[in-house]
């Protein structure tokens, strides 16, 4: 249900959105669609999103920032988030401007004025 939100809400701000519901998915997409950012579940089945994180941060580096999304709020978590290499780490539920803003503020078509704007909202 939420990957469908979550979809739906950067398509209506036009961006080109694919999700995927498993972690094997999205690492067999990436190098075919070479997406500008990833949004990652934490809790997803099979490997947890974490590990996904990792793995990503381990093949593209920087080139692809990802923003992790959990239910867990807590500061172990949000530690071994950022340690994963997330850039933002979102606790669900959040309101669609928080994501839209992570979006635009990453790969959005800002000017400098604007990102300076979204990056104080953030």
Same mark, same amino acid.
Do not use: W
């Given at each position: 249900?939420?990957?469908?939100?979550?979809?739906?809400?950067?398509?209506?701000? +036009?961006y080109?959105v694919?999700?995927?519901?498993? @972690?094997?998915?999205?690492?067999?997409?990436? #190098?075919?669609?070479? #997406?500008?950012?990833? %949004?990652?579940?934490?809790?997803m @089945?099979?490997?947890?999103?974490?590990?996904?994180?990792?793995?990503?941060?381990?093949?593209?580096? +920087?080139?692809? @920032? %990802?923003?992790?999304?959990?239910?867990?709020?807590? +500061?172990?978590?949000?530690?071994?988030?950022?340690?994963?290499?997330?850039?933002?780490?979102i606790?669900k539920?959040c309101?669609?401007?928080?994501?839209?803003?992570?979006a635009d503020?990453?790969?959005?078509?800002?000017? #400098?004025?604007?990102r300076?704007?979204?990056?104080s909202k953030?």
């Amino acid at each position: 249900q939420f990957l469908r939100s979550l979809v739906r809400i950067l398509r209506r701000r +036009d961006y080109s959105v694919i999700g995927y519901d498993s @972690p094997e998915k999205v690492l067999e997409a990436i #190098p075919i669609h070479n #997406p500008a950012m990833v %949004f990652i579940d934490v809790l997803m @089945p099979g490997m947890n999103g974490l590990d996904l994180a990792t793995e990503l941060r381990e093949a593209y580096g +920087d080139r692809i @920032p %990802f923003v992790l999304l959990t239910a867990k709020g807590g +500061d172990t978590e949000i530690s071994e988030g950022y340690k994963s290499g997330a850039r933002y780490y979102i606790t669900k539920p959040c309101e669609p401007d928080r994501v839209l803003n992570i979006a635009d503020y990453l790969v959005g078509n800002l000017g #400098p004025g604007e990102r300076e704007l979204l990056e104080s909202k953030l």
